[in-house]
């Protein structure tokens, strides 16, 4: 894609996993980017063309377009074009009747910060995965600080990329846009056409907002389905996975691989902003949820139960190596991880363990151990995250737990 000629500035809030792609992307393209987050770290960071998180390729955006002028960092917003909002949208674990409840703190108060430089034919537009109704509750944020919402084009984007091929897929991907009326959808469109060759659906606001989350509640429910297969294969001793392979022989049946439970802050998360919404009719999107969510506390007891046979067997404790980390294989993100929460879980309980994430350096709380010293310095192999160089490390001699599937797919 060639560089588009453009005296255009962009405000992004929020640099993390999907702010920083999106404003080194938007860079690349000829746009004049402004980056805010509230990290001072980040953003001295930044500066110095370095960065925060790991993607793939991202360093050379982000690099190139520090050295080109084209992008800053600050911890202020300032006068654009277009903002852009990419903060974290969290929940808060303990609502009514036991159902999450969203978190839009970080959302409100981004559009109270670039309410005072908003100005007519500006462009707002929610990144942040939101409930129902949130691009609403962005204007009236704007509006609480009294600032100018007439002839301001609001509207919602969701991203949908993928961690690890996320500077691709920004331009790959089809767009959904929803505007809050036609005149916002029509101009953000415009927007996005410009830098992604995938293909621009418009909708309305409140459409798009809960594209985002059934998209993401429908993978958990998929996900739920092999976990717990998983957890009834373990049962009548069956092995889940030749049991999968076997059964997507059909031509109509394609199920998923079950893991050590769901991370991320999207399918972790997402379907309980529609619960919460509607609870009394989301029932299997909250079923799905708590299945996910139980899932690790299955694989701490799995692996207290082996702990158990090593000691009966060796007469002294073994030492548990929990493989990887992250809520997926190949990056270093840990939100709402799986895999982190088993290994801090085993930790508490007394046993004796060690880690190994190849994509982080330090984890408060957890012995981190390298990969290349693991393997002679525990007894027991608790696979959580299928990590490539995994793949090339597992072998049959010791006592391993797979709980990814490595082995079957390796």
Not at 178 to 186: H, K, L, N
Not at 385 to 407: E, M, P, Q, R, Y
């Amino acid at each position: 894609m060639s560089m588009i000629k453009t005296d255009k500035t962009i405000c992004v809030m929020g640099l993390g996993y999907i702010g920083l792609p999106t404003a080194a992307l938007l860079a690349s393209q000829g746009y004049r980017v402004h980056g805010v987050d509230v990290h001072q770290r980040i953003v001295d960071q930044l500066n110095r063309g370095e960065i925060h998180i790991v993607e793939p390729d991202l360093d050379g955006y982000v690099k190139k377009a520090v050295e080109s002028g084209r992008f800053n960092a600050s911890l202020e917003p300032t006068q654009a074009d277009v903002f852009m909002i990419c903060v974290p949208t969290p929940f808060h674990r303990t609502g009514k009747d036991g159902i999450p409840q969203p978190d839009l703190s970080y959302v409100i108060d981004a559009a109270k910060k670039i309410a005072p430089f908003l100005k007519e034919g500006n462009g707002v537009i929610l990144e942040s995965t939101s409930p129902v109704g949130s691009t609403e509750k962005v204007i009236d944020a704007v509006k609480e600080v009294n600032g100018i919402t007439q002839g301001v084009h609001f509207a919602y984007c969701p991203e949908r990329v993928l961690p690890g091929r996320i500077m691709t897929e920004l331009i790959e991907n089809d767009r959904i846009v929803g505007g809050v009326d036609q005149e916002s959808t029509e101009s953000i469109a415009s927007f996005y056409s410009h830098f992604v060759k995938g293909e621009v659906l418009k909708t309305d606001a409140r459409t798009a907002e809960m594209c985002k989350l059934v998209e993401n509640a429908s993978r958990d429910s998929q996900i739920a389905f092999a976990n717990e297969l998983s957890l009834i294969c373990d049962e009548v001793k069956v092995d889940v996975w030749e049991l999968i392979n076997l059964a997507n022989h059909h031509p109509r049946v394609n199920i998923l691989q079950p893991g050590c439970g769901v991370g991320g802050h999207c399918i972790a998360v997402d379907p309980w902003f529609l619960v919460s919404q509607s609870p009394q009719n989301a029932r299997l999107i909250r079923a799905a949820r708590e299945v996910n969510d139980g899932k690790p506390d299955w694989v701490v007891k799995k692996v207290q139960e082996k702990a158990v046979d090593w000691r009966e067997e060796h007469g002294h404790s073994a030492r548990i190596a929990c493989m990887g980390l992250s809520f997926k294989p190949d990056i270093d993100d840990l939100r709402e991880s799986p895999a982190l929460r088993i290994a801090q879980e085993l930790t508490k309980t007394g046993l004796d363990v060690v880690c190994c994430e190849p994509h982080v350096e330090n984890i408060e709380g957890l012995n981190l151990v390298p990969c290349d010293e693991i393997y002679d310095r525990a007894d027991i192999f608790v696979y959580l995250v299928a990590h490539s160089v995994f793949k090339d490390l597992i072998t049959s001699d010791g006592v391993n737990l797979d709980f990814c599937g490595l082995k079957a797919f390796s």
